[in-house]
């Protein structure tokens, strides 16, 4: 099951995680290019530097967006916030993995059992049914798949920069979906993401159902 999924994964590796406060997503969004920001000091490849250039574009399009008050799909609201966890792990564990040490201002970067909590909070707050959320997991685990292929017979940094900048198309489509504007604003990529998001969803679960709300 996915880690936002499954409520017995948050906060199991932080004894000192700031329970008390949930994180803001600027909060979260300004860790990304904290993180963002130390891998990019240490490529050396072009390639690698535009693929992290696209990711990090990609993710400020995400960041003013998103509207988190918005009165929408609760099914897709999780997805976002699936997404966001996807993304933020790649990019952690290839800063921990790399032994990168991080040159942030103090609050830039969110400890990690406060992400974890913080957006099952969220989750939690959603209302959905069973089958639905069986859906997200169901995309998920698809959208995965598509990545294993995409990096089978390449090393990091590029498996978390390809993984990473697949899941932000995903995100960026999300937004779309959660706050509609001009199809014009969103490229090949994301426009194809909308719609497999939309067919997923659309899908009748496995209890039988429509989960796309």
């Known amino acids: 099951m996915d880690p936002i999924l499954s409520p017995d994964y948050y906060g199991r590796d932080s004894a ?3 329970y008390d406060r949930n994180l803001e997503f600027h909060e979260l969004f300004r860790t990304f290019r904290a993180y963002i920001a130390r891998i990019r000091s240490t ?20 960041s003013v967006g998103f509207s988190p008050d918005l009165e929408t799909s609760h099914t897709c ?15 952690r564990q290839c800063v921990e993995r790399e032994q990168l040490g991080v040159e942030a201002k103090i609050g830039d970067i969110i400890p990690h059992g406060q992400v974890h909590v913080s957006l099952e909070k969220k989750a939690a707050q959603l209302k959905l049914k069973s089958g639905e959320v069986e859906a997200v997991e169901d995309l998920l685990h698809e959208i995965q798949r598509d990545i294993n292929q995409a990096i089978e017979g390449t090393t990091e940094p590029d498996e978390m920069l390809i993984g990473s900048e697949i899941w932000s198309k995903y995100l960026a489509a999300v937004v779309f979906i959660l706050s509609p504007r001009s199809i014009d604003d969103l490229n090949e990529s994301v426009q194809m993401a909308m719609e ?10 496995r209890n039988g159902y429509s989960s796309f709300v």
């Open 43 to 62: 490529l050396t490849a072009e390639v690698q530097r535009v693929h992290l250039n696209a990711l990090d574009e990609m993710l400020q399009w995400v």
């Open 77 to 91: 609201t999780l997805l976002f916030l699936a997404i966001l966890l996807k993304i933020y792990e790649l990019l």
């Open 16 to 18: 000192d995680t700031p």
């Open 196 to 205: 497999r998001i939309k067919t997923s969803l659309a899908r009748p679960p």
